[in-house]
């Protein structure tokens, strides 16, 4: 019983964790590019983060710095870029770990805005 206890106890402590920092991306989010999000809320966004941090460990993403670009992709750049069938099958198909995979993405995405002029929207 104090064992499930104490898990449960650990369990709500890294969740008001989690949202307290998924906040903080978001106000840092707010602050990178105020343009991209003016019409969400701090409580919006920081959802928005959630989502999309927790979308890119489903997929396998260990990699602090590529779910930290994931969520950032999605935020402000493409929004639920996740759900694309072509980047599942991606996921499904492709060879390499899931950070390889999403490094694939990335790349393919910044060339892509380059090419079609928009290369000022990269930040990676």
Known sequence: MVEILTSRMRAAGNAREHRI???RFARRIRKFRPDRVQYVSDAQLAEIVRRSRQAA???G???NLLVARF???DAILAPNFHEAEDLKRHFAQASGTPDVKISDVFQLL???LYK???GDEVWW
């Open 61 to 63: 993403i260990v990699d």
């Open 21 to 23: 920092s998924d906040l």
């Open 116 to 118: 079609h002029g928009r």
């Open 71 to 73: 969520v950032m992709v």
């Open 57 to 59: 460990r489903d997929l």
């Open 110 to 112: 910044k060339v892509t």
